[in-house]
C-alpha cells in the first residue's frame, strides 16, 4: 500500500547519525516518558504489553533478554514470570529510570531484580544461543538498519526460544491508518509539546514508522531467517503490532 505524504523530522536522520539522534531523544524524554506513555495511548501499552509477556513462554528460571529495555516495562514483567532478564539499552538516561524503578518495583518480592545494561541493539554483547526468550518492544523501528537489529535478536535467542517483538503497526484498512497517521501527527506531538516541550520528539513517531515496513515486513524477515511458528497478532485494527517466531 502506497505511504501517504512521508513527514521529516529532525530526529530522524537516514545516515550514520541515526543512532546519535535517536539516542538523544530519548536521553531528552527519559524522565516523562512512562507518563506520556500512558497519556499517548490512554494506558493501552500496558495491556498491549501483557500480551505479549502471555506469550512469552517463561518458566522459573528461564533466561531472558529485553532489547531496548527503556524504562524497563517488559523487563519487569518477565522478571516477575520468574526469568533471570537482561535489559538492555543505548540511552544512560532511560536505563536510570529503569533502575531507579527497579528498586521499588522489585522491593516486596523474591523474584531476582533485571539486570539493566548499557549495549547496542545492532551488537548484542552475547554469544550466540544465550537466551531461551527475546523481547523487544517499540525498539525495532528506532534502529538504523532493523534487518540486522532483527538478526541479532535471532543469533542471541536459543534454538527453540521465542522471539517477541512489539511495535507500531501498519492498518490494512486505509481510511482506518490515515486516521491513525493523523492522530500521530496532529494529536501526539502536542503532547510531547506539553510534557518534555519537544513536539518534535514526539512527531518523530510517525516519521520513523512511514520509514519502516512494520508488521509485514518483520514477519517475512523473520521468515527468511528461518523462524518457524510465526504469529502476528494486529490490535486495535493494526494500530499496534506483535510479531512473534521461534529460532
Ligand atoms: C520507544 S523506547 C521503548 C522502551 C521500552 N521497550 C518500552 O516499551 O517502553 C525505545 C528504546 O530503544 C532504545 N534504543 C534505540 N536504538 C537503540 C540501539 N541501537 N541500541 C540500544 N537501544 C536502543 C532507546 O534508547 C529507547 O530506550
Given at each position: 500500500?502506497?505511504?501517504?505524504?512521508?513527514?521529516?523530522?529532525?530526529?530522524?536522520?537516514?545516515?550514520?547519525?541515526?543512532?546519535?539522534?535517536?539516542?538523544?531523544?530519548?536521553?531528552?524524554?527519559?524522565?516523562?516518558?512512562d507518563?506520556?506513555?500512558?497519556?499517548?495511548?490512554?494506558?493501552?501499552?500496558?495491556?498491549?504489553?501483557?500480551?505479549?509477556i502471555?506469550?512469552?513462554?517463561i518458566?522459573p528460571?528461564?533466561?531472558a533478554?529485553d532489547?531496548?529495555c527503556?524504562t524497563g516495562d517488559l523487563s519487569f514483567a518477565l522478571a516477575a514470570k520468574g526469568a533471570e532478564v537482561t535489559g538492555?539499552?543505548?540511552?544512560?538516561?532511560?536505563l536510570d529510570q529503569a533502575r531507579s524503578r527497579g528498586d521499588a518495583r522489585m522491593a516486596d518480592t523474591e523474584r531476582k531484580k533485571p539486570l539493566f545494561?548499557?549495549?547496542?541493539?545492532?551488537?548484542?554483547?552475547?554469544?550466540?544461543?544465550?537466551?531461551?526468550?527475546?523481547?523487544?518492544?517499540?525498539?525495532?523501528?528506532?534502529?538504523?538498519?532493523?534487518?540486522?537489529?532483527?538478526?541479532?535478536?535471532?543469533?542471541?535467542?536459543?534454538?527453540?526460544?521465542?522471539?517477541?517483538?512489539?511495535?507500531?503497526?501498519?492498518?490494512?484498512?486505509?481510511?482506518?491508518?490515515?486516521?491513525?497517521?493523523?492522530?500521530?501527527?496532529?494529536?501526539?506531538?502536542?503532547?510531547?509539546?506539553?510534557?518534555?516541550?519537544?513536539?518534535?520528539?514526539?512527531?518523530?513517531?510517525?516519521?520513523?514508522?512511514?520509514?519502516?515496513?512494520?508488521?509485514?515486513?518483520?514477519?517475512?524477515?523473520?521468515?527468511?531467517?528461518?523462524?518457524?511458528?510465526?504469529?502476528?497478532?494486529?490490535?486495535?485494527?493494526?494500530?499496534?503490532?506483535?510479531?512473534?517466531?521461534?529460532?
Amino acid at each position: 500500500m502506497e505511504e501517504p505524504k512521508v513527514h521529516q523530522n529532525s530526529y530522524y536522520d537516514p545516515g550514520v547519525n541515526r543512532a546519535k539522534r535517536v539516542r538523544a531523544l530519548f536521553d531528552q524524554i527519559a524522565r516523562r516518558y512512562d507518563v506520556i506513555n500512558d497519556i499517548q495511548s490512554g494506558g493501552m501499552h500496558r495491556l498491549w504489553k501483557r500480551r505479549l509477556i502471555l506469550e512469552a513462554p517463561i518458566i522459573p528460571g528461564s533466561s531472558a533478554l529485553d532489547v531496548c529495555c527503556g524504562t524497563g516495562d517488559l523487563s519487569f514483567a518477565l522478571a516477575a514470570k520468574g526469568a533471570e532478564v537482561t535489559g538492555l539499552d543505548f540511552s544512560q538516561a532511560m536505563l536510570d529510570q529503569a533502575r531507579s524503578r527497579g528498586d521499588a518495583r522489585m522491593a516486596d518480592t523474591e523474584r531476582k531484580k533485571p539486570l539493566f545494561i548499557e549495549g547496542d541493539a545492532m551488537a548484542l554483547p552475547f554469544m550466540d544461543d544465550s537466551f531461551d526468550v527475546v523481547t523487544m518492544a517499540y525498539g525495532l523501528r528506532n534502529l538504523s538498519h532493523w534487518q540486522n537489529g532483527l538478526r541479532e535478536l535471532h543469533r542471541v535467542t536459543r534454538p527453540g526460544g521465542r522471539i517477541l517483538i512489539l511495535d507500531f503497526g501498519k492498518p490494512p484498512n486505509q481510511l482506518w491508518r490515515s486516521i491513525y497517521y493523523s492522530y500521530l501527527r496532529l494529536v501526539v506531538p502536542v503532547l510531547g509539546w506539553s510534557l518534555v516541550g519537544d513536539a518534535e520528539a514526539y512527531r518523530y513517531i510517525l516519521t520513523s514508522l512511514q520509514h519502516f515496513p512494520a508488521q509485514r515486513g518483520i514477519e517475512s524477515e523473520m521468515l527468511k531467517m528461518g523462524c518457524r511458528g510465526l504469529h502476528t497478532h494486529l490490535f486495535m485494527g493494526g494500530v499496534m503490532s506483535l510479531n512473534m517466531g521461534t529460532a
